[in-house]
């Protein structure tokens, strides 16, 4: 080697040695974190290959127990478990944007609420569905009351019919993507062009079968951590995902093209809302109107009608799909887990069963005639009025308990440290400060809502822990507990849809247990040993439904 070329093989060596190991391990205003792991400060291959392998939440929750709330995961990526001071600011100030792991959830190439970047392009997304998702409006709606009445009186409880033998044993998993499915699909499209899934089984299995393709739980890894790479990689003739997951990608937005545009057709001149009870494309409806007033405003066309179909532009159209098929891929995703989760505790704790029982009972009369104990009957046309049971104490407290503990895969919704309006480099998360922009930050609700320091016996499903004279809990304690309850999220883009939820769980729960009681028959498929459900084939949940004698709601 010529000796004119060895100071510059110096200065590249020891440029190299400054930045790659001084600066990140010494320097770096990360280096005052505490690392989950000896290489965190040098490089993401340790977390990136528990993300591999799945075993990201264990990795990092372990790291809370030992080094503390706040952790450094690689030279630029931090977790964080603290809810004041940090995870509220992160998951609620503008600033913190999205990443590249969201490109995934961009359906038809198209950025939809939950997978937009910024903050500002959010707000404008939400601003167009708030209404129909506002409390005031899914509890009085009579579109939303007959989606829920049909869905659960004339679908869900015939299902759970044992005729004669007032018992009926089944997969509970099941039925309860069906139900949270069919409603979700109603909401959004009407019930005319919603889904049946709990009485059409072969759709309803064909279905979830196209969506596990289009969401492969061995290759989320890729489609998540390393999109634009896997991209590459697949120009390149190296694929690394199977042609399934393509076609089944296609397959899914294909289904919900087709149900937007014959419920679109649908639509009269008065608005989405005119059409017969539980018909409306609330969804739909809501986002199109808001998406031909926006364009109405910009077109400088007087001819463009409201009622025009055409109006929407391919890209708006889109944009329109892309948000349709985003909330039922939420509901997919957590609503029927949730759920069943919230009956397998009630059935391994007949106690809090009998006890929740009959407080429904003291507001909800106890059916005498209903499909739970005819099969011939005729279903009961009504549910109990939502104001009525989101008073009830217990029924709130089971409902809470299981949010908290849900067995759902948990999610790190990554956020970026801000770097506009004057804070590159100002950012303060918890007792750190000066955090500098561009730092990739993580929270996991699950490690949130399992903090032994906030919730006593954090791990046990204890709904008593909620309601006051009956908790072990003070006053202090439980503001703390509501202070760092996440299950929701928190913030201008947290779960628009928590209130649908809720009255489904409510409902679902009134319409189950006073009709029924539930027991555990098989449990091993459903995320024992500290495994979680996602809904692959091999999830299951059997419960038994027995039938209530006329004694039994005295």
């Known amino acids: ?23 990140p391990v010494l320097l770096s205003p990360l280096a005052k974190i505490p690392n989950a792991h000896f290489l965190s400060p040098l490089t993401t291959l340790w977390i990136q290959w528990k993300r591999y392998v799945q075993q990201e939440i264990q990795a990092v929750d372990g790291a809370y127990r030992e080094k503390g709330l706040v952790v450094r995961l690689g030279p630029n990526e931090i977790a964080v ?22 490109d995934f959830y961009a359906n038809f190439d198209t950025r939809n609420a939950f997978s937009t970047y910024s903050f500002e392009d959010h707000v404008v997304i939400r601003r167009r569905v708030s209404r129909i998702y506002s409390k005031s409006f899914i509890q009085t709606s009579p579109h939303v009351q007959k989606i829920l009445s049909t869905v659960l009186l004339d679908r869900y409880l015939p299902a759970l019919s044992g005729g004669p033998q007032r018992t009926r044993t089944l997969n509970a998993l099941d039925l309860n993507f069906s139900y949270g499915l069919d409603v979700i699909t109603a909401f959004v499209f009407g019930l005319k062009h919603g889904s049946n899934f709990i009485e059409n089984i072969d759709e309803k299995r064909a279905w979830l079968s196209v ?12 489609l998540l951590e390393l999109p634009n790479l896997t991209k590459w990689l697949g120009r390149c003739g190296l694929p690394i995902l199977p042609q399934s997951y393509y076609e089944a990608r296609k397959g899914l937005a294909d289904w919900a093209m087709k149900c937007l545009t014959t419920a679109e057709e649908d639509i009269p001149s008065q608005g989405f809302e005119e059409l017969p009870i539980g018909d409306s494309p609330l969804l739909l409806g809501q986002i199109r109107e808001e998406m031909i007033a926006e364009e109405k405003a910009k077109s400088t066309s007087e001819k463009v009608s409201k009622e025009d179909p055409t109006f929407l532009r391919s890209e708006s159209r889109l944009q329109l799909a892309s948000e349709c098929l985003d909330h039922i891929r939420a509901v ?8 069943t989760y919230t009956l397998y505790q ?16 003291t507001v909800v009369s106890k059916p005498k005639h209903d499909v739970a104990c005819d099969a011939s009957a005729t279903p009961l046309r009504t549910l109990p009025q939502p104001s009525t049971l989101e008073s009830l104490p217990y029924l709130h407290a089971v409902i809470k308990e299981s949010l908290r503990l849900r067995n759902t895969f948990p999610t790190s919704n990554p956020r970026i440290t801000p770097s506009k309006n004057g804070n590159r480099g100002n950012t303060e998360i ?18 949130v809502q399992r903090n032994e320091e906030i919730y006593k016996e954090a791990t046990v499903w204890r709904p008593e822990r909620w309601i006051a004279g009956e908790r072990k809990e003070s006053k202090e304690e439980l503001r703390k507990m509501e202070q760092w309850f996440w299950a929701f999220g928190s913030g201008s883009r947290s779960c628009i849809g928590r209130h649908l939820a ?12 006073t009709r029924y009681s539930t027991h555990v028959v098989d449990d091993s498929g459903f995320g024992q040993n500290g495994n979680f459900v996602t809904g692959g084939t091999s999830d299951s949940l059997t419960l038994r439904f027995e039938a209530l004698e006329e004694k039994d709601g005295n």
């Not at 997919?332 to 759920?339: L, Q």
């Not at 007949?350 to 009972?361: D, F």
Request: aromatic share 16%; hydrophobic share 45%.
């Open 81 to 102: 478990n603290l809810m004041p001071g940090a995870i509220k600011t992160i998951h609620g100030a503008p600033g913190y944007d999205k990443t590249e792991w969201y």
């Open 1 to 23: 080697m010529s000796t004119t070329l060895l100071p510059a093989v110096f200065v590249i060596v020891g440029l190299s040695f400054f930045y790659f190991l001084i600066y």
């Open 346 to 361: 009630l059935s391994l704790h007949p106690e809090i069963q009998h006890k929740l029982r009959q407080e429904l009972l």
């Open 430 to 447: 918890g007792p750190y400060k000066n955090i500098p922009a561009g730092v990739r930050v993580v929270c996991f609700a699950y490690s």
């Open 332 to 339: 997919r995703d957590t609503f029927g887990i949730t759920y």
């Open 211 to 222: 969506y596990l393709k289009s969401h492969p739980p061995n290759h989320m890894f890729w």
């Open 502 to 513: 809720m009255e489904m769980l409510r409902q679902g729960l009134a319409a189950i247990y």
